[in-house]
Nanobody, 123 residues
Framework: QVQLVESGGGLVQAGGSLRLSCAAS????????MGWFRQAPGKEREFVAV????????MYADSVKGRFTISRDNAKNTLYLQMNSLKPEDTAVYYC????????????????WGQGTQVTVSS
């Protein structure tokens, strides 16, 4: 089992920045990839970004490409999401996820999930 705990959410004005963190514990040696997903009010949860834990390959949703950066610190077992040029439409609960075998944007392939952290962008 892998446990995930997100932090770093909050309220920010449009154009501002936030950095989310996700600390992994447990069987972290089994992690193959980790990703960020988000769910806005009244909408389905959607893919944001994913990173391969060993080689650092990344993938982004078109809506965040060029504004968000996913990264990881293997020594600290921590995943990050640097969010710049935030827009009101980025308002959502952000979840991190991990999987021992899958790398890609399909949320249904991820086995482990955090509890989520709220990001609110005011206009």
């Amino acid at each position: 089992q892998v446990q995930l705990v997100e932090s770093g959410g909050g309220l920010v004005q449009a154009g501002g920045s936030l950095r989310l963190s996700c600390a992994a514990s447990g069987r972290t040696f089994s992690i193959y990839s980790m990703g960020w997903f988000r769910q806005a009010p009244g909408k389905e949860r959607e893919f944001v970004a994913v990173i391969n834990w060993s080689d650092g390959r990344t993938m982004y949703a078109d809506s965040v490409k060029g504004r968000f950066t996913i990264s990881r610190d293997n020594a600290k077992n921590t995943l990050y999401l640097q969010m710049n040029s935030l827009k009101p439409e980025d308002t959502a609960v952000y979840y991190c996820a991990a999987d021992p075998t899958f790398y890609g944007p399909n949320q249904y392939e991820f086995d482990y999930w955090g509890q989520g952290t709220q990001v609110t962008v005011s206009s």
